[in-house]
């Protein structure tokens, strides 16, 4: 197995791939092309990115490209998969509990106050409209999105089968939202390590998962500081607020890296009183969900490797 | 206590030691005699059990001249998948 990694989306990609270096090369050159071009694309820190612009056009039509199309397409469909629960329009909660900058501007320059005077409005993602002939979207006044993690597992989905042209099997990891191709030869199973989602530099557990797409969604990763009080990055589009989590992580295995990308998310939202209704929404969906004394739960089968994770949070 | 009434005492504590000593001649005469060591190894048959211990391996043997069988200790060393669920 052959590995490349590098920075970009404000996170690590990962690539793996069997064969032989020279001959994967150009492969995974064209990941990294591929990924280069998506986050021009999908960024929402950037001022020239369609993403921007397709948000600036709220309340209209949007002629956007074949990947923004089909994109936006596949976000609305688990929208309604998820009982709401995944609602890609929260990027005005997210702005209001401060993460209106990349995680880097955070880390270094901190965040503003919340404002006093926003109010949580019910999302109208559901209202969006779509024209499959000219690629055209209308996203209901006011209601701009931020595509970020169902991005990341869209573009690891897209580069895994472009690099599937030079290898028979593959995989490609943007922040964690993993796209598996193939099997390694002689392998029953991909081997993929278990985060301490307390501490990421420790391995809790090792799984062993088919092809297809495995996904984590955490509160502890993306954090930050506003007005005293510690927030993060996953917004229950219920209350417009960080959402108060059961688990601190959620690792889902599914047909493909989108959907797994989303039921990670939407089951960390939900926690386990809801695990049942959101499984039955996708057959083949498995989870593993960490909570925050170090406990594994969930249906998929992970080995766990004796390490003792930390258990304050 | 004046002489007389020693004197009965001496005679009375004698009486009771030799009767007392009388009694318990007799008793043990009659109780049951207790199997003597001799009789047991004469009369019973004591049956030893053996454990049947392997052959002391030679020089040559402890070298790995022979086939042996080798017990595999399980190995304790876990290879960590290089890729990692990281989450976002």
Redesign the interface.
């Known amino acids: 197995m052959e590995?490349d990694q590098f920075s970009a989306m404000n996170?690590?990609v990962?690539v793996?791939a069997q064969g032989e270096r020279q001959d994967l090369a150009q492969g995974f050159e064209r990941v990294r092309q591929f990924v280069e071009q998506s986050e021009e694309r999908f960024s929402r820190f950037r001022e020239t990115s369609e993403l921007t612009r397709l948000n600036r056009s709220t309340g209209g039509w949007f002629y956007a490209s074949p990947e923004m199309f089909d994109l936006v397409k596949a976000a609305l469909k688990m929208h309604n998969l998820t009982g709401g629960l995944f609602d890609p329009s929260v990027l005005s909660a997210l702005r209001q509990a401060g993460y209106d900058r990349s995680m880097d501007e955070i880390q270094q320059k901190g965040v503003p106050s919340a404002r006093t005077d926003w109010r949580w409005t019910p999302s109208h993602f559901a209202e969006t409209g779509l024209d499959p002939e000219t690629h055209a979207i209308f996203l209901p006044q006011g209601s701009q999105i931020d595509l970020?993690?169902i991005a990341?597992g869209w573009i690891a989905a897209s580069a895994a089968e472009q690099l599937s042209q030079f290898t028979d099997a593959c995989?490609v990891?943007a922040?964690?939202?993993?796209a598996l191709l193939g099997l390694p030869t002689g392998e029953p199973a991909?081997?993929?390590?278990?985060?301490d989602?307390l501490d990421?530099e420790e391995?809790m557990a090792?799984?062993k998962v088919p092809a297809g797409g495995?996904?984590?969604?955490?509160v502890?990763?993306?954090q930050w500081q506003q007005d005293g009080q510690t927030r993060h990055h996953i917004i229950d589009p219920r209350s417009g607020e960080p959402a108060n989590t059961h688990w601190l992580?959620v690792?889902v295995h599914a047909p493909s890296a989108v959907a797994a990308?989303v039921f990670a998310k939407a089951l960390l939202i939900a926690g386990p009183a809801e695990v049942q209704t959101l499984l039955s929404r996708v057959s083949g969906l498995q989870y593993s969900a960490v909570d925050r004394y170090g406990v594994i739960n969930g249906n998929l089968k992970v080995t766990e490797?004796g390490y003792a994770p930390t258990t304050t949070f | 206590m004046n002489k007389i009434t020693k004197t009965i005492l001496r005679i009375w504590i004698t009486v009771s030691a030799l009767v007392l000593f009388g009694i318990g001649w007799v008793a043990l005469a009659h109780a049951q005699k207790p199997a003597s060591l001799a009789d047991q190894f004469t009369n019973n048959t004591i049956v030893v059990e053996t454990v049947d211990l392997a052959p002391v391996l030679s020089l040559e043997e402890l070298a790995g001249t022979t086939n042996r069988p080798v017990i595999s200790q399980p190995s304790v060393n876990?290879?960590?998948?290089?890729?990692?669920?990281?989450?976002?």
Do not use: C, F, H
Not at chain 1, 175 to 178: K, L, P, S, V, Y
Not at chain 1, 190 to 195: A, D, G, N, P
Not at chain 1, 214 to 218: E, G, I, P, V
Not at chain 2, 78 to 88: A, D, E, K
């Open positions: 590995y996170t690590l990962q793996a970020g993690g990341k995989a990891s922040g964690g939202d993993m991909w081997e993929i390590s278990l985060e989602p990421p391995v090792i799984m495995l996904a984590t969604s955490t502890t990763r993306r992580s690792t990308e490797i | 876990i290879n960590i998948p290089r890729m990692r669920t990281r989450g976002s």
